[in-house]
């Protein structure tokens, strides 16, 4: 049974580009969690997506920001037309319910030049 | 709303010696209770859980944690620091739709 994946680790990207993140679950896994982490600092809660529905998106900005569970295939997280402040680790997890402990992914670090 | 504290930014502990970090929550029902551990580079990694039961949760690595509900603590604890458990450790919690998480407590120990 893999873990979670993330995919890209490491993105790189010039302001005004799109940058999408791909995030697939455990199997069985049906809730998934994206987080932003600055270096040496927390995560941020950003969206938390049931199989094609978000449940609550509070933590994410209202522009440029989108996230998708399709019923096929991984999350996604869409950031466009990023800036230099986009630039973070972006961290998913997901569990099989909400009592049960989440799994993470390695993260993708996105840097905005 | 929900929210988790973790109040010391870093704890330093001497190799061999009892380590504690602290965690608070807030929370007007029953929540479930995680602590997470994470090495650079990495992402965060499942520690132990509180559900229901006995308020001492035992864990990965040696390491407990003490449910107190009339304190809304959840404390990790290990009776024997290694070097090697120097890391960054999140407290989280989750009720309702949200997965929050405190900011994190540097442990640092030394040899």
């Known amino acids: 049974n893999a873990g979670v994946m993330q995919n890209p680790r490491h993105l790189v990207r010039r302001r005004g580009q799109e940058a999408r993140l791909r995030c697939s679950p455990m199997k069985g896994h049906s809730h998934v969690y994206w987080y932003r982490q600055l270096p040496e600092e927390g995560l941020k809660f950003m969206v938390y997506l049931q199989k094609e529905n978000i449940i609550d998106e509070s933590g994410m900005p209202k522009e440029r920001f989108s996230a998708e569970f399709p019923k096929e295939g991984p999350s996604i997280l869409r950031i466009q037309q990023v800036v230099r402040g986009d630039s973070a680790a972006y961290f998913c997890a997901t569990c099989r319910e909400l009592k049960a402990e989440a799994f993470f992914g390695q993260g993708t670090r996105l840097t905005v030049v | ?111």
């Open chain 2, 1 to 111: 709303a929900q929210s988790v504290a973790q109040p010391e930014d870093q704890v330093n502990v001497a190799e061999g010696n009892p380590l504690t970090v602290k965690c608070t929550y807030s929370v007007s029902g029953n929540p479930y209770l995680f602590w997470y551990v994470q090495y650079p580079n990495r992402g965060l990694q499942f520690l132990l859980k509180y559900i229901t039961g006995d308020n001492l949760v035992k864990g990965s690595y040696g390491f407990e944690a003490e449910f107190n509900k009339s304190q809304t603590s959840f404390h990790l604890k290990k009776p024997s620091a290694l070097v090697s458990d120097s890391a960054l450790y999140f407290c989280a919690v989750n009720y309702g739709n949200m997965l929050t998480f405190g900011g994190g407590t540097r442990l640092m120990v030394k040899p």
